[in-house]
T-cell receptor, first 111, second 116 residues
């Protein structure tokens, strides 16, 4: 019962271009959404989040968009840099602590 | 300030043995969460503990799995009589607060359990 889905297992993008990562969810009770970034042999690190009362949140090169009616969110990275190469996880929550994660999207930024 | 520490980083067990995974939260953190990542899947919540208390174990398998966070020492996730399906990466996270402080859930590097 995957409540959070990332349907693209991988994404390759040229340095300087935009990376767009997508995430869909099924649980209408989710009201808080997060993106985590993970390097090999490390744990996930928090990147950016958005509450369900908003439809956009921006932090530097990272912007998260939320479309509640479509139960869809996306992460935009502009411009993409080589250090952005990592696995990105979408996560969602309906309470104060329990996170549900997608399977991840591996981003490769080409020089 | 050291981050969340997990050991061992890699653990190999034969079917039927016990696996014991340790997690030391960040200094000052009293809330610990365990997640499991099966191959090709996302992290799945297992259990939330505070010192000497299990707050939510709704994600724990009903048998063979247990977790504790004693007053002194690390949090322990124990898997008895391991089976091949227990092979996964187990991540621990900690936070200083209870509540909507998600970005304060700091993750450790994980323990990769392989059951032969």
């Amino acid at each position: 019962d995957q409540q959070v889905k990332q349907n693209s297992p991988s994404l390759s993008v040229q340095e300087g271009r935009i990376s767009i990562l997508n995430c869909d969810y099924t649980n209408s009770m989710f009201d808080y959404f997060l993106w985590y970034k993970k390097y090999p042999a490390e744990g996930p690190t928090f990147l950016i989040s958005i509450s369900s009362i908003k439809d956009k949140n921006e932090d530097g090169r990272f912007t998260v968009f939320l479309n509640k009616s479509a139960k869809h969110l996306s992460l935009h990275i502009v411009p993409s840099q080589p250090g952005d190469s990592a696995v990105y996880f979408c996560a969602a929550s309906e309470n104060d602590y329990k996170l549900s994660f997608g399977a991840g999207t591996t981003v490769t930024v080409r020089a | 300030n050291a981050g969340v520490m997990q050991n061992p980083r890699h653990l190999v067990r034969r079917r039927g043995q016990e696996a014991r995974l340790r997690c030391s939260p960040m200094k000052g953190h009293s809330h610990v969460y365990w997640y499991r990542q099966l191959p090709e899947e996302g992290l799945k919540f297992m259990v939330y503990l505070q010192k000497e208390n299990i707050i939510d174990e709704s994600g724990m398998p009903k048998e063979r799995f247990s977790a504790e966070f004693p007053k002194e020492g690390p949090s322990i996730l124990r898997i008895q009589q391991v089976v091949r399906g227990d092979s996964a990466a187990y991540f621990c996270a900690s936070s200083p607060l209870y509540g909507r402080a998600y970005n304060e859930q700091f993750f450790g590097p994980g323990t990769r359990l392989t059951v032969l």
